[in-house]
């Protein structure tokens, strides 16, 4: 399953899965992707769908290994990856080194577990106002889901995750 960022920042007030779902059109990928966020409908833990948590790696655009499978970034360790392999965003960016991501923080608006924080997570990714707050990451401290609280207001890197493996039928 690959996990992608959106081609821009965003503040807390976003259509995130609906962005992951354009971008992933214009960039030619079939599957469907959806934001890498907890929502008021869906807690992040089960945005990838039951029979492939398990057995699949998630690699990035290019099919490098950032984590064994989906259950493993949310075993209680903040999501450790290998911050030497590249998250790339739809356009082919790396996040990690390219000046339209000034800050290399991810929203995620979840615990360690991957429940959704209601009361971190920008009332449910709606609003950028200064005073309400959401749950982020700082990529550099090599955890997706490092616990910290940043200001709605805030552009930060919003990734995507293919939610769904479809094998190609010509393959």
């Given at each position: 399953?690959?996990l992608v960022?959106l081609?821009f920042?965003?503040?807390?007030d976003?259509?995130?899965?609906?962005?992951c779902f354009?971008?992933?059109?214009?960039?030619?990928?079939t599957s469907t992707?959806?934001?890498?966020?907890?929502s008021?409908?869906?807690?992040?833990a089960?945005?990838?769908?039951?029979?492939?948590?398990h057995?699949?790696?998630?690699?990035?655009?290019?099919?490098?290994t950032?984590?064994?499978?989906?259950?493993?970034?949310?075993?209680g360790?903040?999501?450790q990856?290998?911050?030497h392999?590249?998250?790339?965003?739809?356009?082919?960016?790396?996040?990690?080194?390219?000046?339209?991501?000034?800050?290399?923080?991810?929203?995620h608006?979840?615990?360690?577990?991957?429940i959704?924080?209601v009361?971190?997570y920008c009332e449910?990714?709606?609003?950028?106002?200064?005073?309400?707050m959401?749950?982020?990451?700082?990529l550099?401290t090599?955890k997706?889901l490092?616990?910290?609280v940043?200001?709605?207001?805030?552009?930060?890197?919003?990734?995507?995750?293919?939610?769904?493996?479809?094998?190609?039928p010509q393959?």
């Amino acid at each position: 399953l690959h996990l992608v960022a959106l081609n821009f920042p965003l503040s807390g007030d976003m259509r995130a899965d609906f962005q992951c779902f354009r971008q992933a059109q214009l960039a030619g990928l079939t599957s469907t992707y959806r934001a890498f966020l907890s929502s008021h409908l869906q807690d992040l833990a089960t945005v990838v769908r039951k029979t492939d948590r398990h057995h699949l790696p998630i690699v990035n655009i290019q099919g490098e290994t950032l984590f064994s499978n989906w259950e493993s970034i949310f075993d209680g360790n903040g999501g450790q990856f290998n911050i030497h392999v590249p998250i790339y965003s739809f356009d082919g960016r790396n996040v990690m080194t390219d000046s339209s991501w000034p800050q290399k923080i991810i929203w995620h608006g979840s615990t360690v577990n991957g429940i959704r924080l209601v009361s971190n997570y920008c009332e449910a990714w709606h609003t950028a106002d200064m005073g309400a707050m959401g749950q982020a990451s700082p990529l550099n401290t090599g955890k997706i889901l490092d616990q910290k609280v940043y200001s709605c207001n805030n552009l930060f890197i919003v990734l995507c995750i293919e939610n769904s493996f479809v094998s190609d039928p010509q393959g």
